[in-house]
């Protein structure tokens, strides 16, 4: 059973525009949290992991994600979206090896 | 550079055919998993394995079976292939201890349709 959950199946940005993907969790625990792109056609890319300490978490490409317990939440942010961010994101938990459902990102000139 | 290499990336087979999809990975890692994707439903996962000639049921086993003789190497099984196992497949493998938040590794996907 899914222990993550993506609330926003689609989202559509304009470039340039800052962008945030929301992700609940249901853990009762500190959860290890994780969130991966897909490109079209390809695989899984990590972007960036929490499992401990700092609650705000940087990651590659310009991504940072935020975790608030108060919230059970653990949302990922991009001050400034590019055309190459267009792509599939996913929340995971890796300890339940659970992955939500996926939000897609689209960006419009 | 962790590399996990699916060696089909497109199939297409006939109902009722046994279907065989390979992953092998390169950084000796114990764990070995696989996942199915479908829009909307995102990631689920099908089987995994902590070692050699050893798996576990993951969310939806039904109608598949898995095999690892060798620590690189696991293979998912479609032993009667069928219309709604059209999909996308991935293979994923991470060191052993998830709890210490150890990155899972993905493989660039199978796309198998089956007619």
């Known amino acids: 059973a899914q222990s993550v959950t993506q609330p926003d199946i689609h989202i559509t940005v304009s470039e340039g525009a800052s962008l945030e993907l929301r992700c609940n969790y249901s853990?009762?625990?500190?959860?290890?949290l994780f969130w991966y792109v897909q490109s079209p056609g390809q695989g899984l890319q990590l972007l960036l992991k929490?499992?401990?300490?700092?609650?705000l978490v940087q990651g590659i490409k310009g991504f940072e994600a935020e975790f608030k317990r108060s919230q059970s939440s653990f949302n990922l942010r991009k001050p400034s979206v590019h055309w190459s961010d267009a792509a599939e994101y996913f929340c995971a938990d890796p300890y339940k090896l659970s992955f939500g459902a996926g939000t897609t990102v689209t960006v419009r000139a | 550079d962790v590399k996990v290499t699916q060696s089909s990336r497109y199939l297409v087979k006939r109902t009722g055919e046994k279907v065989f999809l390979e992953c092998v990975q390169d950084?000796?890692?114990?764990?070995m998993f696989w996942y199915r994707q479908d829009p909307g439903l995102g990631l689920r996962l099908i089987y995994f394995?902590?070692?050699?000639?050893?798996?576990e049921k993951g969310d939806i086993p039904e109608g598949y079976s898995v095999s690892r003789e060798k620590k690189e190497r696991f293979s998912l099984i479609l032993e009667s292939a069928s219309t709604n196992q059209t999909s996308m497949y991935l293979c994923?493998?991470?060191?052993?201890?998830?709890?210490?938040?150890?990155?899972?590794?993905f493989g660039e996907g199978s796309w198998l349709t089956v007619v």
């Open positions: 929490y499992f401990s300490g700092d609650t």
């Open positions: 853990y009762g625990a500190t959860p290890y």
């Open positions: 950084m000796d890692h114990e764990n």
């Open positions: 394995s902590y070692d050699v000639k050893m798996k």
């Open positions: 994923a493998s991470s060191y052993m201890g998830l709890v210490s938040g150890n990155t899972i590794y």
